[in-house]
C-alpha cells in the first residue's frame, strides 16, 4: 500500500503548501487544552489573527481524544490516537479550491470509487452544493443541519459552515432501517474528511457577521482513509494497527476473531482496546508523560489500566503491554523519530504501570463481583469509591463490568464520596498559619488595581510603599487598618519588590525591610516570599518597628543567600541539559527544588543511573562550568515558542511574553551553539563560571518512572568537602577504636596476649586528607580480618562449651538438645546448631545467648522428624511468643528473639510441643 502520510503531504506541498511538522500531543504553552485534539490545534493563533506569516499549510497531526473511550473497540468509529491529515488556507483560497482540492485527492490521487462518495453541505450552504456539482459527483449532495454540519470555536467566534464527505462501505454494514442514509450512525456510510468553511464570526446574541478574511480548516482521519483505501472492515485491520493486534495475539496465545464471527464480538473488542491504547500510551509516554491521579497522567494510566484488564480477560497471567511498544515503534518510528528514540522510556513506563495495576486490580475485582453478586440495580456511590480509594479499582472499570451484569453506578454518590474524603482531609490538615487562596482573592478584589511589580532581577534593593498589611491570624477584610507593632508577626504586600517569590521550584528571597530615610533602622525581616495569588507578591515578616498600610521601605534582599541560590539554579538546567544528553531527549523534567546550599531534580527515566552514566552527567555539567558560558535571559513573544524549541515543562502556561533562559554562545539563532534553552522565571548567574563546581551527591527512586537527582554547587559544593573529609577523619578515629577493641576481645577469649602491630597510620586530625584515605582503607580490610578471627576464635570456645554443657533430654521418643550461651553471635549458634543435629542423627536442637536483657536463640530439626510434622518455625513461634519477641524461618530450621524470658519456662514450653507430636 502507497504511504498516505507521504502521498497527502505531497499533494498539497504541490499546490502551494508549507508542510508543518506535528507539534506534541501534550500542548505546549497551552494549559487549555489537555491534549492536542485536532489538527488546527498549532494553527489556532493564526485563524485568531494573534500570529502571521503563513497563508497555507498542511499537516499530518498526531491527536488523542478520550471523550468517547468507552465506545472504542466497540466501533469502527472511535479511537483514542489517532493521525489527522489536513489542508489549511489562511486569508487566501476558500471553498472552490477546498472542494476542488479533496475530490481529486480522493478520486485521483488515490483512487477510491467515485460511486462510494457522498458529500454534504450545512443545509443553507448552497455555494458549496454547487460547487460540488461542478466536480463531477455521482451521489446527490444531502445537506445536515447544523449539528453536524456547522463548525464553532466557542459561543463567539470565528464559525462556518461544514462540508463532510462519506464513504459508502456497502449495505451489508448497513443497520437495516427504512431511512438509514448518509449522516446515519451505523457503520455504512462513514465521516472520511470535513471541510471547515469559516466565513462568519458570530456575536453576543447570536448574529452571525461576515469575516473580513475567510478561512479553511480541513481534517481527514488517517486510520479512516487507510481502512477504506486497503478495502479493510475496520482501522484495526489496517498496516497502521494490525501488527499490534497481531503481536498481542502472539504474546497472549489467543487467535484474534474475524469481524465477520458474531460470536467473538468481546475478544475481537478486547485486542481492539488493547491495540488502540498501548499505541495511544506509547505515544503518550514517549512525550515524557508519567501515569498518576490527575490530569493527563490519569488518562495515561486509564489506558493502560484499561488495556490490561483487558489483556487479563484474553488469559494474560503477567504483564505485557510494554512487549507491544516495539511493534508500535516498526509502525511510527520513521515518522515520528523521537518514539523511537524514547523506546526504553516507553517501555519501562508501560511496564511499571502495568505491575502496579495488577497486584490491585485482582482485589478489586473480587471485592466488586461480591458487591455485584445480589444482583442489586445500582450500585452504591460510596462501594464505588471505595473501591477506587482502597484498591485503586478505576471508576470506569466498576462502570463496565457492572453494566455488563445490568447495573447503574451510583456516580453522584460517588463523587459526593470523593467530595467528602478530600473535604476530610483537608479538615485534618492543621496548616501553618497561612491565609487560603480564598482570602488573597479578597484582597485582590478589594483593590482592583493593586499589582506587586517584581524588579528583583538586576537589584537587589528597592525604594518602595506598603500596599497591604496582614496581622497573623486577622481575616483578610480588616486588614485595610491593620498595623504590625514590633514582635508581630504577618504579611506585607509591597508595590514593588526585589524580592523573589517561590516558584518554578526556587525559593522565596528573606531580606530586611529598611526605613527609607535610615538604612541602619530596621523595620522588619523578611522571612519568606510567595506569590498566592497572580497579582500578589506576599512577603511573611516579624515587624521591628510599626508598619502599616503606605509606610515607605527600602526593601533589601539577602544577596549571600540570593547568589548562592542562582548557582543552584543555574547548575539545575545544566544537570537537566547534561541527563538529555546522557540519557535520552526523552528524559523530562518532573520537579525541581533550588535552595542556597542544594538543589534537587526530578526527571522522567525507568531505571536506576550506572555510576559511569551519573560520572558522564557531572563531567558534563563540570565542563560546561569550566568553559564559562554565558547566561541570557530575554522575555519574547510566545510564538517563539515554537520557533526556538525550548525545553519547556508539560502543560505549563508560560504567558504572552515567556522568559526564555539561553545557557551558550549564538543560541538565539543556532541551536547547535547552545548548552540550554528553557522557559524559566527564576534567578540565574551572568555566566557559568559563576557555580565554580558541582557535585552530585544522590540519584533515587521518586516513584514508579521517576527518579531523582540532588547536588550542590559554588560554595555549598567546597562546604560539602568540608562535611566529607570529617566524616573520613572520624571514620578513621572510629576504625582506630573498634581495632583496639577487637584485638582486646581476641585476647580475653584466647586468654593470651594478643600482638597485632599497625604501623604508618595517618594522623586523623593532620594529616593530609588522602593519606587518611589510604590509612582508612587499610584499616578497614585488617577489621575484617580481625573479626573473622574472633569469631572463629568464639565459635571454637562456644563448640567446646557447647560439648561440655549439653544437655540432652528425652522427651517421649524425641531427643531435645538444649543449652543457653552468654553473649554468642547468633550466627555461632546456628554453626554449633547443625553441628549438633549432625551429631545427633535424629532429634531437635533448642539453642539459646542473651546479652543485655535480650534472648536470641535458634530451633534446628533433623529432615526425618520434619518429615513426621515436627517444625522448627512453629517452635520458634511459640517460644516468641512466651517473651513477647518475633521470629521466622522454616520447618528444618528457625530463629527468633525479644526481651529475655524465664529459660526453664521456654525448655518446657518445648517440651509440650514435641509430645504432642508423640506423645
Partial sequence: ?????????????????????????????????????????????????????????????????????????????????????????????????????????LTKIVGLDPKRLYPTVFKDDEEAAKLWGKQGILNPVARLGEESNFWAMGPTGPCGPCSEIYYDLGPERSCGRPDCAVGCDCDRYIELWNLVFMQFERMEGGELRPLPFKNIDTGMGLERLAMVVEGKASPFETDLMSPVVEAASGLLGVSVPGSDDPKAADARAAYRIIADHARAAAFLASEGLIPSNVERGYVLRRLIRRAARYGKLLGAREPFLSRLAPSVIEIYGAAYPALADARTQVEQTLLAEEERFLETLEKGERELQGLLAARPKVLAGEAAFKLYDTFGFPLELTREIAGRLGVEVDEAGFAKAQAGAAEIARAGWKGSGEKSAAQYEKIAEMNPGMRSEFVGYHRLSAQTYVTWVIRCGAPAEQAEDETLKPGDEGEVILARTPFYPESGGQVGD??????????????????????????????????KRPIKKNTKTLARVDSERRRTTAYHHTATHLLGSALRRVLGQAVRQAGSLVEPDRLRFDFTYGRALSDEQIAEVERIVRDSIRRDLPVAAQERPAADIQALKPVTLLGESYGARPRFLLVGEKGWTDPMERFSLELCGGTHVASTGEIQDFKIVKESAVAAGIRRIEAVAGPAFEHLQRIEEEKTRQALRDVIARYVELTSKIQSVTGRPYRQIVRNVADADAAAIEEVKKSLGALRELEKILRSELNSHKQAKLSQQAKMGQVLLQVGSIRLSVQKFAQAEIQTLRAISDQIKREMGSGVVLLGTTEENKLSFVVNVTQDLVGKGVSAAEIAREVALIQKGRSGGRADFAQGGGPDADWEDIVNRVKELVLKKFP
Wanted: net charge neutral; with cysteine.
Fill in 1 to 105: 500500500m502507497p504511504d498516505l502520510r507521504e502521498t497527502f503531504l505531497t499533494y498539497f506541498d504541490r499546490k502551494g503548501h508549507l508542510i508543518c511538522a506535528s507539534v506534541p500531543l501534550v500542548p505546549e504553552g497551552d494549559p487549555t487544552l489537555l491534549f492536542t485534539s485536532a489538527g488546527m490545534v498549532p494553527f489556532k493563533p493564526y485563524f485568531l489573527g494573534l500570529k502571521k506569516g503563513i497563508s497555507r499549510a498542511t499537516s499530518c497531526q498526531k491527536c488523542l481524544r478520550t471523550t468517547d473511550i468507552d465506545r472504542v473497540g466497540a466501533t469502527i468509529r472511535h479511537l483514542t490516537f489517532f493521525e489527522m491529515l489536513g489542508n489549511f488556507s489562511l486569508a487566501d483560497y476558500f471553498k472552490a479550491e477546498a472542494v476542488h482540492f479533496a475530490w481529486e485527492f
Fill in 510 to 543: 528573606v531580606g530586611v525591610l529598611l526605613d527609607d530615610v535610615d538604612e541602619s533602622r530596621e523595620l522588619a525581616v523578611v522571612h519568606e516570599t510567595r506569590r498566592p495569588h497572580a497579582n500578589l507578591i506576599v512577603h511573611r515578616v516579624t515587624a
